[in-house]
């Protein structure tokens, strides 16, 4: 799963390892900017320059944000992307330049992109191995997550990463775009980092993190070994944000295992929210929002077989199931997300074993 994760990826919170009584532990804030999808496929070309010499930039990466459109500009600094759905955040970033985005709600036919150096980079003050080697893994903790999913990621190069350290806060960057192989998945993910920040209080790690996602398709190598993605594939979708999100986009939560009730906080307070579909409105752009429930707070209950896929509320049978709980938050009046299930803005909270799946677990938006 801002998948402006981040990690817009605005985004995305997440909050990790609470009960029903209190939050603990960890909370986890993802952004992201992710393209919206529309029916419409078409090609769009343009080219990559130096806004100084004005010379071609050969091989620069330029891709859809949150999928797995993309490509790298020839010997000329020239690229085609095929079968783009508009409107879309196009990414454009090269080595040693800043990273661009463009948000185009339409083909442009061409896009002319001029980069700039990327000459101003803060300075570095961890350098003690220990200490880089602890911070590393508490990052890698915080970005991929601690489950069976990030136990089978792998950053390829940590050297790219930076720390930088003041008081309980902890300030992250990466010199290049951040290569993180997910074989489990399928994927090598492109990952251009553009902030991630954690702080600890309260005993608990709070981390908010910025960046851009492109999600390139690896080789399986046998038959086998493609069913076996496949597999892992809905097995990491089932039960995660995008699907709790493009089931109650589709109105097709109880379809889709999921049961919502409102958690009463407030003393007094008898009657609670079940049905979510009253506070939903069309947002234009295959975009919807969660209108009137800010500060309030539910409780998602997934009904599930065993392989995870999702058990049809409105024809439950006897069959045996399992029951996962978390938790959502809207933190703001309103809430928008997309038809594939991605926040745009910075206003959805969730908690508990949605949570536990962070970029370790994350699909590209198709």
């Known amino acids: 799963m801002i998948r402006k994760w981040v990690l817009s990826f605005p985004g995305i919170m997440i909050q990790t390892k609470i009960d029903m009584k209190s939050v603990k532990r960890l909370l986890f804030t993802v952004l ?9 496929q078409e090609s769009m070309t343009g080219a990559v320059i130096d806004s100084v ?17 993309g490509t790298i500009t020839d010997d000329f600094g020239l690229f085609e992307l095929k079968n783009v759905n508009f409107p879309v955040d196009v990414v ?10 463009h948000h185009l709600t339409s083909n442009p036919g061409y896009l002319l992109v001029e980069l700039r150096t990327n000459d101003k980079l ?8 220990n200490e880089r ?21 792998t950053i390829r190069d940590e050297d790219v990463l930076m720390f930088e350290q003041d008081g309980r806060k902890l300030h992250v960057w990466a010199t290049e775009p951040l290569i993180i192989e997910l074989p489990f998945l399928g994927y090598e993910l492109y990952l251009d980092l553009v902030s991630f920040e954690a702080e600890h209080v309260n005993r608990m790690d709070r981390c908010d993190m910025l960046g851009y996602y492109y999600y390139k398709p690896i080789d399986p190598g046998s038959k086998s070994k493609a069913r076996k993605i496949v597999k892992n594939r809905q097995e990491a979708f089932y039960n995660s944000s995008l699907h709790f999100l493009t089931s109650l ?8 295992g999921f049961k919502v009730t409102e958690i009463l906080i407030e003393l007094g307070k008898e009657d609670g929210i079940t049905d979510l579909s009253p506070y939903i409105k069309s947002a234009g752009d295959n975009k919807k ?5 800010k500060g309030r707070q539910f409780l998602i209950q997934y009904t599930h077989h065993r392989d995870g896929s999702p058990v049809n509320l409105k024809n439950l049978g006897r069959s045996l199931h399992n ?26 909270l969730f908690l508990g074993d949605i949570a536990q799946k962070r970029v370790a677990a994350s699909l590209p938006a198709e």
């Open 289 to 293: 929002q969660i209108c009137g429930l």
């Open 323 to 348: 029951v996962s709980n978390s938790q959502v938050v809207f933190l703001d009046d309103a809430c928008t997300f997309t038809g594939s299930g991605l926040v745009s803005d910075n206003n959805i």
């Open 92 to 101: 454009i970033s090269f080595v040693g330049y800043k990273t661009q985005v």
């Open 32 to 40: 992201f900017i992710f393209p919206l999808a529309v029916l419409a």
């Open 133 to 153: 080697e602890n911070i590393m893994s508490y990052f890698k903790k915080l970005m991929l997550g601690d489950n069976y999913w990030a136990k089978h990621a």
């Open 53 to 69: 010499t004005r010379e071609a930039l050969p091989f620069a990466t330029v891709y859809v944000n949150g999928t797995t459109k």
């Open 122 to 129: 803060p300075e570095v003050v961890i350098t003690d191995y």
């Open 249 to 256: 986009y589709e109105n097709r939560l109880e379809e889709n």
